[in-house]
């Protein structure tokens, strides 16, 4: 049997760190991130960044079919070899940052994502599925260790932040596995961890205002909430106080400290402020 770097040799594929390629090849490792994913055999899978096709093949034998993105065309005769056989798979050569996402969806109907993310791409492709899906029950994804602790982290926490309240508009947040860096070719400086973000059972809010709130809040990290509202809707000192009270808000907050509840109700006083 071939290892994954004599089958990459084979077809003259060389790593291109600009995309992020840090390759798996443990199968029980890859199943598992399949089971965390809840795929089965009703489940149609969006995968972002196919690599040499190791999770994709995972995928492949659970779910109803998965369509797979992948910028690197290189990858083209490998996954050819890897993924032969796998009649569920369509691996589209393009990248998924330029894709049309409603018309994705209108061909998927309901689909969970599942993905070990390039890591200079994860933020965009997360926030990509909280701000713009409408089909997605959920996302499972390999990210930096350190980037899935923000994903799940409480407020007044170092690691809570923008990101962190946007997922909770759509649902919640939880870890369900570590990686090591050895578990990746070639091996990357840091370790990664496996998060499930299940799109139900956020909060109530009006999705634009609550928006507007979190970045409002997050404009500035050094000032506080109530400066930072100043500035974004040109509110007197006064003004920004009396927001702030009759949302429940203490004195001196920052965005740091306000839970996604706190911002649902901001959000609700905020709204006709919004153009
Ligand atoms: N899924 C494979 C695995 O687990 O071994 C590969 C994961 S590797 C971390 C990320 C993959 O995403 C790379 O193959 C990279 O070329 C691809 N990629 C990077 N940016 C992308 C983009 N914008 N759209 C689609 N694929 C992308």
């Known amino acids: 049997m071939e290892t994954l770097g004599e089958t990459l ?3 003259g594929f060389f790593f291109k760190k600009k995309f992020g390629q840090n390759f798996l090849t443990d199968k029980n490792l890859l199943d598992a991130v399949v089971r965390d994913a809840g795929v089965d ?3 149609a899978v969006l995968e972002i960044g196919t690599g040499a096709g190791a999770l994709t093949r995972a995928l492949s034998e659970r779910a109803k079919r998965v369509v797979s993105y992948e910028i690197d065309a290189s990858l083209r ?3 050819a070899e890897t ?13 998924f940052m330029k ?3 409603p018309a994705l969806e209108r061909e998927l109907g309901e689909y969970a994502v599942v993905a070990n993310l390039p890591y200079y791409v994860t933020t965009p492709v997360v926030l990509r599925f909280l701000e713009e899906a409408e089909r997605c029950r959920g996302i499972t994804v390999m990210v930096q260790e350190e980037v899935a602790l923000r994903f799940c982290a409480r407020e007044n926490t170092p690691e809570y932040g923008a990101i962190t309240a946007a997922i909770a508009l759509k649902g919640s947040a939880q870890i369900t596995r570590r990686v090591p860096r050895t578990a990746f070719t070639p091996r990357p400086n840091v ?3 496996v998060v499930h973000v299940a799109f139900t059972g956020g909060v109530e809010a009006d999705p634009r205002a609550y928006r507007e709130a979190v970045k409002c809040a997050f404009s500035s990290r050094r000032k506080t909430l109530e400066n930072n509202l100043m500035a974004r809707f040109s509110l007197s000192r006064e003004g920004a106080k009396e927001l702030l009270r009759a949302a429940g808000i203490v004195d001196g907050a920052r965005g740091e400290t306000l839970s996604p509840a706190d911002f649902a109700r901001l959000s609700a006083l ?3 402020y919004l153009k």
Do not use: M, Q, Y
Request: hydrophobic share 40%.
């Open 9 to 11: 040799s084979k077809h």
């Open 41 to 43: 055999e009703n489940t």
């Open 77 to 79: 005769p490998v996954l």
């Open 83 to 95: 993924l032969s056989g796998c009649a569920n798979v369509e691996v589209v050569f393009r990248d």
């Open 99 to 101: 894709e049309d996402l």
């Open 191 to 193: 370790d990664s961890a």
């Open 270 to 272: 905020i709204a006709p």
